[in-house]
Nanobody, 124 residues
Framework: VQLQASGGGLVQAGGSLRLSCAAS????????VGWFRQAPGMERKFVAG???????VYADSMKGRVTISTDNAWNTVYLQMNTLRPEDTAVYYC???????????????????WGQGTRVTVSS
């Protein structure tokens, strides 16, 4: 299974980006998908997660500024990010795993497959 994250780029503070995550050869229908980010020299941190049961969890630092969603067929998962700040600069990774319950969506250990990441740079 391969995950392809895309949509990153350079944006000014206050701007928006929409990241996409697609799985080659399969859909996310029976899985959960999470977005994480890693800034230079920092640990990877949870951003948002969604599961097939309808559970959605956001990191406290991102609440109100990000929305995770899927297309109808669960082929692609999106992360809409608004009001971006310089501290949001990081490489953003998507990940998926089977049967992740809502209470585990924020744990990177719940996910079995990871994409290569897409870089987001927010200028001040």
């Amino acid at each position: 299974v391969q995950l392809q994250a895309s949509g990153g780029g350079l944006v000014q503070a206050g701007g928006s980006l929409r990241l996409s995550c697609a799985a080659s050869g399969r859909t996310f229908r029976r899985n959960a998908v999470g977005w994480f980010r890693q800034a230079p020299g920092m640990e990877r941190k949870f951003v948002a997660g969604i599961n097939r049961s309808g559970g959605i969890v956001y990191a406290d630092s991102m609440k109100g500024r990000v929305t995770i969603s899927t297309d109808n067929a669960w082929n692609t998962v999106y992360l809409q990010m608004n009001t971006l700040r310089p501290e949001d600069t990081a490489v953003y990774y998507c990940a998926f795993g089977p049967s992740v319950i809502s209470s585990n969506l924020a744990s990177q250990y719940a996910y079995a497959y990871w994409g290569q990441g897409t870089r987001v740079t927010v200028s001040s």
